[in-house]
């Protein structure tokens, strides 16, 4: 059974850091596509980045691209997201999702997501 825990979230002031973490079990971690998706109040989920599977290769959406960092360490089967520069538009709960998709960014090619992290930034 294949089992996602994010872990990190909390309430940051603009412009601030949060590292959020992704510890994953069930299936071997370095076979998959991992990634993650927010989804705001009242919005959809949606794809805010994406790391293959030996972790040679990222995508990020272009709302966070420049300020997000995914990364993955496979010997601890576990995913990151360093979260920089944040503004109160990153304010949503933030999933982790797995894969057989290298490089994931539609909700539709996640096999298996997490319980979510909230983030909050006040504006």
């Known amino acids: 059974q294949v089992q996602l825990v994010e872990s990190g979230g909390g309430l940051v002031q603009a412009g601030g850091s949060l590292r959020l973490s992704c510890a994953a079990s069930?299936?071997?971690?370095?076979?998959?596509?991992m990634g993650w998706f927010r989804q705001a109040p009242g919005k959809e989920r949606e794809f805010v980045a994406a790391i293959s599977p030996i972790g040679s290769m990222t995508q990020y959406a272009d709302s966070v691209k420049g300020r997000f960092t995914v990364s993955r360490d496979n010997s601890k089967n576990t995913m990151y997201l360093q979260m920089n520069r944040l503004i109160p538009d990153d304010t949503a709960v933030y999933f982790c999702?797995?894969?057989?998709?290298?490089?994931?960014?539609?909700?539709?090619?996640?096999?298996?997501w997490g319980q979510g992290a909230q983030v909050t930034v006040p504006s």
């Open positions: 999702a797995q894969s057989v998709y290298p490089l994931a960014e539609k909700s539709t090619q996640v096999d298996y």
């Open positions: 069930g299936r071997t971690f370095a076979a998959f596509g």
